[in-house]
């Protein structure tokens, strides 16, 4: 009976999903593809929001440092990109890698980012940038 294999206790059932283009509708991701392309990327890219808002968004020190979210932002993806261009041959679809940004005080810290590829909503590769404790 065909029954049997609906009844499978070791096939998981699927309780919910969420996918890429939603967390990017609701915010949860920032899509930064086309600041990406031109600093060279092929892949989409987004950030998460604690990403973002950790380097990319204005703090109020980064506003006294007379910094800019493009600005943050093309540094986040160039450090990313020298990671990925030191990491070649080391196979794997994770790079952790550093940037200096103004967090909460105008001296720049060190913060570190974790880049995922993984499959978009369609399987397609893409790139997601996160603070090293995210999933």
């Known amino acids: 009976m065909d029954d049997d294999k609906d009844n499978d206790a070791t ?13 990017l509708a609701d915010g949860v991701l920032v899509d930064v ?3 990406a ?15 973002w808002e950790l380097c990319v968004a204005l703090s109020p020190a980064a506003e006294r440092a007379c910094n ?15 990671a990925i261009g030191r990491s070649r041959g080391c196979g794997g679809s994770e790079i ?12 720049p810290s060190r913060v570190t980012l974790r880049s995922v590829v993984g499959p978009g909503d369609d399987g397609q590769p893409v790139v997601t940038v996160m603070l090293p404790d995210e999933s």
């Open 33 to 35: 593809t086309e600041t």
């Open 96 to 107: 952790r890698f550093d940037v200096l940004c103004v967090t909460d005080r105008i001296r």
């Open 37 to 51: 392309r031109e600093a060279g990327f092929v892949l989409p890219v987004a950030l998460t929001r604690a990403a």
């Open 11 to 23: 096939a998981p059932k699927l309780i919910s999903s969420y996918t890429r283009s939603e967390a």
């Open 68 to 82: 800019d979210e493009r600005g943050r932002l093309w540094d986040v993806l160039w450090m990313l990109r020298w």
